[in-house]
């Protein structure tokens, strides 16, 4: 019964999505401005959803059913279905790792091709919750600025977004 009730909120908060972001279009600019000129609007988005990790404490699960993030089909529907709800562009949790690298790839193409931005969350810690060392980081941030430092949609404001 509780996952019902769950289940059943979902329509409602992507109906809030939709308000939150038309509002905030209305108001973040003047009649007749650019769109250039309206602040974006950004949702959190994680690339490390596996198709086990659905099992793991979790009493909702997906309408789409459990699914993989390394997945572009599911990729390019989440991308759809935020574009349809007004979101110009996802904030991406990434930490460096073989399998987050290429899953970052794939987004940033499937961005790329719908034209939807992204920007990153970069997550200092390892996979154990460990801080990672300066030199790490700062090679992490080198890596990121060669690879999406001029990639259209990374651009926000003007230049890539890393938070």
């Known amino acids: 019964m509780a996952a019902v009730k769950r289940r059943s909120l979902v329509p409602l908060g992507l109906a809030v999505l939709v308000l939150i972001a038309s509002a905030s279009r209305s108001q973040s600019a003047p009649a007749g401005a650019s769109d250039a000129a309206c602040v974006p609007v950004l949702a959190h988005y994680s690339i490390s959803h596996s198709v086990d990790a659905w099992e793991r404490g979790k ?13 572009p089909k599911v990729m390019r529907l989440h991308v759809r279905w935020a574009q349809q709800a007004g979101i110009d562009g996802f904030i991406v949790h990434w ?68 938070i």
């Open 59 to 71: 009493v909702d699960q997906p309408l789409i059913g459990r699914y993989s993030s390394a997945n």
């Open 95 to 162: 930490r460096k790792s073989h399998r987050l690298d290429y899953r970052l790839k794939q987004l940033a193409r499937i961005a790329a091709e719908e034209g939807f931005k992204l920007a990153l969350f970069y997550r200092g810690l390892d996979s154990e919750g460990r801080p990672r060392s300066v030199q790490r980081v700062r090679s992490d941030l080198e890596l990121v600025a060669e690879t999406y430092g001029q990639s259209p949609e990374f651009a926000l404001f003007g230049r890539p977004l890393l």
